[in-house]
């Protein structure tokens, strides 16, 4: 019964491996018998793999076969009882086009093309054995070895044993296991090869940022997932968020329009609510903002990204935490040597799939099945309908639509001593519109600084400047009469390819054919030259923090921050656009502009108290604190219709008679009261104990306040010794 148990396990790790491993040479190895032996074989529409396995199993022969013949072989059907392995290869292969080789010395049966047979042994070859471990000693069943630069590979067997044939004593072994570090030996003159192979244990080591604090990812409670952070500095995007899109689980990106420099909507776990926003909280460098501008961070700055998902992990942040935490890490400068890191790249945008659209002759013919006296009138009156196949009419969607090119060209300087470390970093961002006249531009900057003024007094502060600038029409978005024709897209794509007679409508603002009584039809490519929509953000947010070791176990931090952003967003209508031409009947406004501002200030002021000690096997970790923080919003700003100079675009609104002017003020704080208990007995049982009690200004006095408890348990079985 014990080698049951043992041999199973090893053949469903050797059948899985075999079905990865299609290669020129395919090796199977236990222990040798003879030739002659007997064999009994009970297969049904088998592949050749399963085929040799058994039969590999019965008499420790070594079977190579061609991968691209195994795959092109029909499948087996035998019942065999105690016969010679020669006849059960005959049955296997009979009707085949296959041919046998044995090599004796060897003991290898080799299996190839009946019109390209070689024998082995005329072949110089070197037989290589040895056994994989692990550092323990302990053997590695399943482990695969195969000659670099070559097809050659073969499978230890249950106990770590391995055999494999190598052209020459210049040949590299390369070993590979799930887990373990890959070692390649060049062969030489030995001709044993014993491996040890290292675990590879960085993933759980890994130290995961769960608010207030880290741990590592093998004593983590709660649900927080974390983005490769190569992955984000490689993806050619804007913002961070963006590169989220796919890489962490339980993550959902998704973007409304595409639009260069646009915000993207990300929702964990799933939208919580029909009506409000299903955002969540982001933490950007110990900041809480509820709607960051993401894009004026360089994600090249970045460290770590972690995301927090469940209520155990979301409980530190309280109220604002319902849809989830995103916490976003940026990278310090490090004792040492100055760094300057240096990066650029350059891409370029297009669309690939447009819509199918009707040429000429296919526009014509439409028109006189519908209309046959106005198409005549109008298309055939001094032509045939047939001489419009060779016409050249407009595809207005190239007109519109351009290769867009995207560049990103960063700096950083990074660099310190024992006392204290630096880095300095800036970053330019340009990536113009696939649709014309619209782009995005992001310059930005960023400086931190920490520094150790005594063995238990640390300070240290983190600057970033960002400046963006998004330009051009919003595809999605309609225009002042709401209907399906003032959508962008629908306006290009319903405009018609050609004009009767030598009219050309690339050059004319409206199309002259049109009857304005029942339709309007403006040139989607003028209109959309001539329209000013800009959006300038910029924002600034500082951080500073002081912590101060008590004892050895306990640590005081206090830390503060500001941020600032302002938003204005311009736009103006001349009488070349769809939106401000007085020729359209339901445009009362004419030409017109618009100017919207909105500051927000934020202030934040944390003081937390934590206390760590590992009494015996017991480990507590405990944090207390309370917060302050504080948002002011200011909005305002006007439009102007009916501008009379109109060649002074935006900056002739005053000139313009006033329309619509606001002005709104907003102002609210929290104060939160916050702990966290973390105790684990020996890494193996775990338990999280969090509350946090959130008091807002938004609500009456009597329902200011929110309490949100959470509790996990958590039980480390690799800890276990069963």
Known sequence: ???????????????????????????????????AQKVSLHVRSASIDEVFYKLTQQTGHTFTADAELTNKLKPISLNLQNVDMKEALDKCFEGQPVRIVYNRADKIVVVKKADRIVERSVQPAITIRGKITNEKGDPLPGALVHVKGQDTKAVSEMGGNYTIVVPDEEAILHFSFLGFQVQEIKVGEKRNINVVLKTTEQNIDQVVVIGYGSVARKDLTGSVGQADIDDI????????????????????????????????????????????????????????????????????????????????????????AANGVIIVETKKGKPGKTVISANASVGAQKVTKTMDLMDPYQFVKMQY????????????????????????????????????????????????????????????????????????????????????????????????????KNYGRIATEAGLSGSASSYLLYSIWGYRPIAGGDFDLLDSFLDPDIDESNDFRVNPLISTKNEFIEANNRSLSVNAYASYKITHHLMFKASGGFNRRDNREDSFYNSQTSRGTPLLPSNTRGVHGTISNIERDSWLSENTLRYNKQMGKHLLDVLGGITFQGTKRNQYGFTAIHVPNETLGISGLDEGTPYMNYSQISENKLLSFLGRVNYNYRYKYYLTATFRADGSSKFFPENRWGYFPSAALAWRMSREKF
């Open 369 to 468: 099945e519908l209309d046959p006296e106005i198409t005549e009138t109008r298309y055939l009156s001094d032509r045939t309908l047939e001489s419009y196949r060779d016409e050249r009419g407009y595809d207005w969607q190239k007109e519109m639509f351009k290769t867009a090119v995207m560049q990103n060209r960063s700096l950083s300087v990074s660099g310190g001593n024992k006392e204290t470390s630096y880095m300095l970093s800036a970053s330019l961002f340009d990536q113009g519109g696939i649709l014309i006249n619209s782009g995005s531009k992001r310059v930005q900057g960023r400086f931190n600084i920490d520094h150790n003024v005594s063995d238990r007094l640390k300070i240290g502060l983190n600057t970033n400047y960002g400046s963006l």
């Open 233 to 320: 500095i490689k993806a050619p995007v804007s913002s961070f968020e963006e590169a989220l899109a796919g890489r962490v689980a339980g993550v959902q990106v998704s973007s409304g329009d595409g639009q260069p420099g646009a915000g993207v909507n990300v929702v964990i776990r799933g939208a919580s609510s029909l009506t409000q926003s299903n955002s969540p909280l982001y933490v950007i460098d110990g900041f809480p903002v509820e709607d960051p501008t993401t894009a004026a961070i360089n994600p090249q700055d970045i460290l770590s990204i972690d995301i927090l998902k469940d209520a155990s992990a979301t409980a530190i942040y309280g109220s604002r």
């Open 1 to 35: 019964i014990n080698r049951i148990l043992i041999s199973y396990p090893y053949k469903s790790l050797l059948i899985m491996k075999l079905s990865f491993i299609l290669s020129v040479l395919v090796f199977f190895q236990v222990n040798a018998a003879s030739y």
